[in-house]
């Protein structure tokens, strides 16, 4: 995070989102203040508190994808969750304390995996070392007056060093051995519901101890069975406590709360119906992001100092139909803006991840070549501005469906073309698309 200035994450962010210049210096300098805030004294850091941000703006202009940049960025555990299927405690459904302990076991397998890949080195060589056993059992001592103890020893080494040279240039692949899995036995088993689903999986971990340990043999070629033993060995050598202890710091200094469809849950004031439910919801909001400690599986997790970023369309709602409490937990706003046909242009061929580079790499695995000319792109960015306007407005979304309606045919007769060079112009684009935009009612069900 040194070299990550404010200015620099902007440049990142460039690279995959078009536009939406005020959202991301927000998020840039949010992510800055972090790495401001863990170069202060003891006393002062846990005094500064993240400010968290409202996006607000339209579906499909960058929401989502700005907050899952930044947390790719940052190498920070990130979460995104929909307001709307969080219930008030008490009703059936999700409660709002679920997104802290799903960001913690999100944040614990990057840890672990983090821990795994230090070790996948000398994992490798007890796997092997376990496979060449299997190929080569050790011999046992027999009384032999023509070979004694010390010559057999080396003979077998010899064979096995020789076993081991096969095995890396991977010309055992192809043989079977027998390995042992072992597993946790479960005496009893769990109908899921909501909210059951892990309750297994927490059951298995609670009563490990008690649980005996079912053996199952299974025949598997060498290549596989490298692979399993190495991650059982991988397993092993990671000391989880060190695991699980850093993966709540982690959560508790760097995680990010993407929380999406916030509006869904604003209320229009009535006193009884669905807004009693959805007002409920905020308050129970309200202690996560203002800072209480969640109880996770493991362990106990603060949530002070984790950075919520809220974002809704707000059409119906607005900002201030949110608890005021609520809305002073979020101190800042950011209105994100609509797209239109040069943004789309951009879109469409800026990107590090832009759509035309996906779909000409997609059809190249089928030797298709596939070359865009004579203002082809700026006719689909103006289809997709032209039904964008006459229909829902879904934002850069529509160029999804645009483009996989445009290489409908491509797509599906690439393996038995034999013109490989495909050419679409401005012509193509029209006599494709043509049709569909001018009958608003069809566009409405295919665009």
Known sequence: MDNFTPKKIVEELDKY???????KKAVAIALRNRWRRQRLSADLKDEVLPKNIIMIGPTGVGKTEIARRLARLANAPFLKVEASKFTEVGYVGRDVESMIRDITEISMNMVKTEHMEKVQEKAKTLAEDRVLDLLL???RPVRDAALSEVEEKKNYKNTRERLRVQLREGKLDGRYVDIEIREKMMPFGIISNVGLEELEINLKEMLGSFLPEKSKRKKVKVTEALTILAQEEANKLIDMEKVTKEAIERVEQTGIVFIDEIDKVASRGQGYGPDVSREGVQRDLLPIVEGSTVVTKHGPVKTEHILFIAAGAFHIAKPSDLIPELQGRFPIRVELEPLGKNDFIRILTEPHNALIKQYT???????????FIDGSIEEIADIAATVNEKTEN?????LHTIIEKLLEDVSFNAPEMEDKHVVI???YVRNKLSDIVKNEDLSR???
């Not at 989102?17 to 959202?23: M, P």
């Not at 879904?394 to 529509?398: D, E, L, T, V």
């Open 17 to 23: 989102i078009i536009g939406q210049d005020k959202a």
């Open 137 to 139: 059992p050790p011999p």
């Open 361 to 371: 790499a997609l059809l190249e695995t089928e030797d298709v070549k596939l070359e």
């Open 394 to 398: 879904i934002g850069a979304r529509r």
């Open 425 to 427: 112009d401005r012509q």
């Open 445 to 447: 069900y295919i665009l």
